[in-house]
Nanobody, 113 residues
């Protein structure tokens, strides 16, 4: 059973930074992709950033130039800079492994003064 342990959420002022981390309990070799989604209040869950096993990255237009995704073995990171109030959301870790989709429980990011 895949387990994803997220950390790093919290309250930050506009313009500030946070780094999210997510560690996967499964085998490193079978990971196809890792990433982050988010769900803002009253909205659907959307892709934030994704990194494939080959290192290819994909970002939502709204975070390009501000967020950076990285992976180290079975851990994926999301460095979030220049945060805006509209980045406020529950952030979910995502792993694609052997064609199966896995989700973390979520970590709340609140951007407010």
């Amino acid at each position: 059973q895949e387990q994803l342990v997220e950390s790093g959420g919290g309250l930050v002022q506009p313009g500030g930074s946070l780094r999210l981390s997510c560690a996967s309990s499964g085998s490193i070799s079978s990971i196809n992709a890792m990433g982050w989604y988010r769900r803002a209040p009253g909205k659907l869950r959307d892709l934030v950033a994704l990194i494939t096993a080959r290192g290819t990255t994909n970002y939502a237009d709204s975070v390009k130039g501000r967020f950076t995704i990285a992976r180290d073995k079975n851990t994926v990171y999301l460095q979030m800079n220049s945060l805006k109030p509209e980045d406020t959301a529950e952030y979910y870790c995502y792993v694609l492994r052997g064609g199966m989709h896995y989700w973390g429980k979520g970590t709340l990011v609140t951007v407010s003064s």
